[in-house]
């Protein structure tokens, strides 16, 4: 038996194209990447992280978050950071997120202070 996609590519040329683009892109492993840090930052945390608390802690959208972990969206700068980040020795990568952590820490002080 042919598949619906298969049936109405013969009739509608553009059916099977657009069928194509709705499926999940999950060729770049982001996803389960993304899925795998969202686990762990909970084991950390000893609870259970919410995808809408974890969109919220980003500043991106719930729906956005939801379409990173179901690979149906999958950000083109997440993947050349990953990309940049496993181009260096494991002492360089893990200097670089503390120096990035340290940055969001003074920001989010500096931002507090403005608030009061």
Not at 8 to 36: H, I, W
Not at 65 to 91: A, F, H, K
Request: with cysteine; net charge positive; proline share 3%.
């Amino acid at each position: 038996m042919k598949t619906p996609v298969l049936i109405y590519a013969k009739s509608y040329p553009n059916f099977a194209q657009k069928c194509m683009k709705l499926k999940p892109r999950t060729d770049s492993g982001v996803n389960e990447l993304l899925r795998e840090l969202h686990h762990r930052i909970e084991a950390k945390e000893r609870g259970r992280i919410s995808q809408a608390l974890m969109a919220d802690r980003l500043g991106v959208s719930a729906r956005t978050y939801l379409e990173y972990l179901r690979g149906t969206n999958s950000p083109l700068g997440m993947r050349v950071m990953l990309d940049l980040l496993s181009m260096l020795d494991d002492q360089s990568a893990i200097d670089v997120i503390q120096n990035w952590r340290d940055t969001q820490k003074t920001t989010k002080e500096q931002l507090f202070r403005d608030q009061y």
